[in-house]
């Protein structure tokens, strides 16, 4: 049997109970696995894929190891070509037994992992590429890394790319595990909680720069005017939907069934006030009124806001599905933090208020 025809052979539904514990995003295994039994296979100079049973050790509530027997399942460094892996055959060892829905959920989580999609392996490994920050916040964080890297890391375990990338040597990591699991003095706490703190509110002011400068992008209704509120939030999140579908007919329906099915956020919607939907369509397969109100409808519903902004952006591509970008968030009293320009730190305004 293929990976193709064991993903055909296994409903998603048999094993969503299984991802329960990635509630806030297991409607991204859901499209991934739709993305999988509609992709055709590809031919590759591997034929088959060996399935092992191995024996590894888990730490359980009471803080004691214990064994548990899992799948191992050897990809050679392939996941990201999904065609190539469907066309391979699954070989399992003779001392090992496992139902299809077992391997169809090893298989999903291997070749998903944390993105989901494969064109978005390639965007995961940019991130390791020097690039020159986009913004101040984005330069801000740029330099407190380089400072962290010049100071807390020893000179012969650091190395530069040809691009100016910094890394850290394997035996330079193995120093800094060693470094934080030893006992700290009260300054060193200190800096590392401050660092920590700082880390955690750029990369927050980061996202909520980018999601105005998305919501805001052209094709959007969105003016910039229009979500420049969202720098006054004390609490920002946001996800991405994609139909999958064979047609344009049920393109929003596949959505709201992601959002109200197979996501339970329950702590999140509590925690948020307002939200923000951003319906991304392509100019070749527009949307009907009818079924855009509807779903306008259900979300409001669903989400139980009485203050929901609603956008339309218009793309130019050629494939005919939808993407919904949901934005939740909480307004604050806190003003934005100001950058010194000079350094490039934020002044920390919400600790002494």
Same mark, same amino acid.
């Given at each position: 049997?293929?990976? &193709?025809?064991?993903?055909?052979?296994?409903?998603?539904?048999?094993?969503?109970?299984?991802?329960?514990?990635?509630?806030?995003?297991?409607?991204?295994?859901?499209?991934?696995?739709?993305?999988?039994?509609?992709?055709?296979?590809?031919?590759?100079?591997? &034929?088959?894929?060996? @399935?092992?049973?191995? !024996?590894?050790?888990?730490?359980?509530?009471?803080?004691?190891?214990?064994?548990?027997?899992?799948?191992?399942?050897?990809?050679?460094?392939?996941?990201?070509?999904?065609?190539?892996?469907?066309?391979?055959?699954?070989?399992?060892?003779?001392?090992?037994?496992?139902?299809?829905?077992?391997?169809?959920?090893?298989?999903?989580?291997?070749?998903?992992?944390?993105?989901?999609?494969?064109?978005?392996?390639?965007?995961?490994?940019?991130?390791?590429?020097?690039?020159?920050?986009?913004?101040?916040?984005?330069?801000?964080?740029?330099?407190?890394?380089?400072?962290?890297?010049?100071?807390?890391?020893?000179?012969?375990?650091?190395?530069?790319?040809?691009?100016? !990338?910094?890394?850290?040597?394997?035996?330079?990591?193995?120093? +800094?595990?060693?470094?934080?699991?030893?006992?700290?003095?009260?300054?060193?706490?200190?800096?590392?909680?401050? $660092?920590? &703190?700082?880390?955690?509110?750029?990369?927050? +002011?980061?996202?909520?720069?980018?999601?105005?400068?998305?919501?805001?992008?052209?094709?959007?209704?969105?003016?910039?005017?229009?979500?420049?509120?969202?720098?006054?939030?004390?609490?920002?999140?946001?996800?991405?939907?994609?139909?999958?579908?064979?047609?344009?007919? %049920?393109?929003?329906?596949?959505?709201?069934?992601?959002?109200?099915?197979? $996501?339970?956020?329950? !702590?999140?919607?509590?925690?948020?006030?307002?939200?923000? @939907?951003?319906?991304?369509?392509?100019?070749?397969?527009?949307?009907?009124?009818?079924?855009?109100? &509807?779903?306008?409808?259900?979300?409001?519903?669903?989400? %139980?806001?009485?203050?929901?902004?609603?956008?339309?952006?218009?793309?130019?591509? $050629?494939?005919?599905?939808?993407?919904?970008?949901?934005?939740?968030? $909480?307004?604050?009293?806190?003003?934005?933090?100001?950058?010194?320009?000079?350094?490039?730190?934020?002044?920390?305004?919400?600790?002494?208020?």
């Amino acid at each position: 049997m293929t990976l &193709k025809e064991l993903f055909l052979k296994v409903d998603f539904d048999n094993i969503y109970p299984d991802l329960e514990e990635c509630d806030d995003v297991n409607y991204g295994f859901r499209e991934a696995y739709d993305i999988l039994c509609r992709m055709e296979p590809v031919e590759g100079e591997e &034929k088959e894929i060996h @399935v092992s049973r191995k !024996e590894i050790f888990l730490r359980n509530h009471g803080g004691e190891m214990e064994r548990v027997e899992s799948i191992d399942v050897n990809l050679h460094g392939s996941a990201w070509c999904w065609g190539k892996n469907l066309a391979k055959e699954i070989v399992v060892t003779d001392d090992a037994c496992f139902s299809d829905e077992e391997l169809a959920i090893c298989f999903l989580w291997e070749l998903s992992g944390n993105v989901f999609l494969p064109e978005e392996f390639e965007k995961s490994f940019e991130r390791f590429k020097r690039c020159k920050p986009a913004g101040p916040y984005e330069t801000a964080l740029d330099k407190l890394e380089e400072s962290i890297w010049r100071h807390q890391i020893p000179r012969q375990f650091r190395c530069r790319g040809e691009n100016g !990338e910094r890394y850290t040597t394997d035996e330079g990591c193995r120093f +800094m595990v060693k470094r934080n699991l030893a006992r700290k003095n009260r300054s060193k706490r200190k800096r590392d909680y401050r $660092q920590d &703190k700082r880390r955690r509110d750029l990369w927050g +002011m980061i996202d909520c720069e980018n999601a105005v400068a998305f919501l805001a992008s052209e094709g959007s209704i969105f003016k910039r005017s229009d979500v420049d509120f969202l720098w006054d939030v004390e609490y920002l999140r946001h996800f991405d939907y994609i139909s999958v579908t064979n047609n344009a007919e %049920g393109r929003l329906d596949y959505i709201l069934e992601s959002m109200t099915r197979y $996501q339970e956020i329950p !702590e999140i919607l509590e925690l948020c006030n307002n939200a923000i @939907v951003l319906v991304c369509v392509p100019a070749c397969s527009p949307l009907d009124e009818a079924e855009l109100e &509807k779903f306008k409808e259900a979300v409001r519903l669903h989400l %139980g806001y009485d203050d929901i902004l609603f956008g339309l952006k218009t793309e130019e591509r $050629q494939s005919h599905h939808l993407e919904v970008f949901l934005l939740l968030n $909480q307004s604050t009293r806190f003003p934005v933090m100001p950058i010194d320009k000079k350094s490039g730190l934020y002044f920390d305004i919400l600790e002494k208020a």
